[in-house]
């Protein structure tokens, strides 16, 4: 008896600048797995860092190890700009025709907790958006505390962000719009 062929997968990439991006990346690997059953999906994160250094760490843990031309999407903060070594990282994976391999999505606004913030529908007034304050509302507010944000996180990330939220927020939601194209959940 043959073996069987498996189909080949498509192979994406979610990429975040630390481990509570590729957390609330994961929920959608795993909340969209039929949708998502003909990719094959990495989700990874450099552990923080100059936005440089962590498209280094993208380059070096995923993009050399496969195919250098695999689609990834970064998840950065906005309050990051690119330094020189993202620029040079952003250049090597552009080809001839000036398409970049790696889509740099901004998490708004300011950083990562400012747009879970926004998802929940919690922003605080404008004039209070400084990424700190961001940060401390959303994990005193969500998480309990400011301590140990990554398991409290990924502990309440799927009650926090269900897929129903995600599915409502998908169409109408800048940020969440543009990784459901990424990934082919949506069509522009």
Same mark, same amino acid.
């Given at each position: 008896?043959?073996?069987?062929?498996?189909?080949?997968?498509?192979?994406?990439?979610?990429?975040?600048?630390?481990?509570?991006?590729?957390?609330?990346?994961?929920? *959608?690997?795993?909340?969209?797995?039929?949708? #998502? =059953?003909?990719?094959?999906?990495?989700?990874?994160?450099?552990?923080?860092?100059?936005?440089? !250094?962590?498209?280094?760490?993208?380059?070096?843990? =995923?993009? !050399?190890?496969? $195919?250098?031309?695999?689609?990834?999407?970064?998840?950065?903060?906005?309050?990051?700009?690119?330094? $020189?070594?993202?620029?040079?990282?952003?250049?090597?994976?552009?080809?001839?025709?000036?398409?970049? !391999?790696?889509?740099?999505?901004?998490?708004?606004?300011?950083?990562?907790?400012?747009?879970?913030? $926004?998802?929940?529908? $919690?922003?605080?007034?404008?004039?209070?958006?400084?990424?700190?304050?961001?940060?401390?509302? *959303?994990?005193?507010?969500?998480?309990?505390?400011?301590?140990?944000?990554?398991?409290?996180?990924?502990?309440?990330? =799927?009650?926090?962000?269900?897929?129903?939220? #995600?599915?409502?927020?998908?169409?109408?939601?800048?940020?969440?719009?543009?990784? !459901?194209?990424?990934?082919?959940?949506?069509?522009?």
């Amino acid at each position: 008896m043959g073996k069987r062929k498996l189909p080949l997968r498509t192979p994406l990439i979610l990429w975040g600048e630390g481990h509570t991006e590729q957390l609330f990346l994961e929920l *959608f690997r795993q909340d969209y797995r039929k949708e #998502l =059953a003909e990719k094959q999906i990495m989700v990874g994160n450099a552990g923080g860092g100059s936005p440089g !250094s962590i498209l280094e760490a993208l380059d070096k843990k =995923a993009l !050399s190890l496969g $195919d250098p031309k695999t689609p990834a999407l970064f998840l950065l903060d906005e309050d990051k700009g690119l330094d $020189d070594e993202a620029l040079e990282v952003l250049k090597k994976h552009t080809n001839e025709d000036g398409e970049c !391999s790696i889509a740099i999505l901004y998490s708004k606004p300011q950083c990562l907790e400012g747009l879970l913030l $926004d998802l929940l529908g $919690d922003l605080p007034v404008k004039g209070h958006h400084r990424s700190e304050e961001l940060k401390e509302r *959303f994990q005193e507010k969500y998480l309990g505390s400011c301590n140990h944000v990554r398991k409290n996180f990924k502990k309440k990330r =799927a009650e926090l962000f269900p897929k129903a939220l #995600l599915d409502k927020k998908m169409a109408s939601h800048p940020i969440l719009k543009k990784v !459901s194209l990424f990934l082919g959940l949506s069509e522009s």
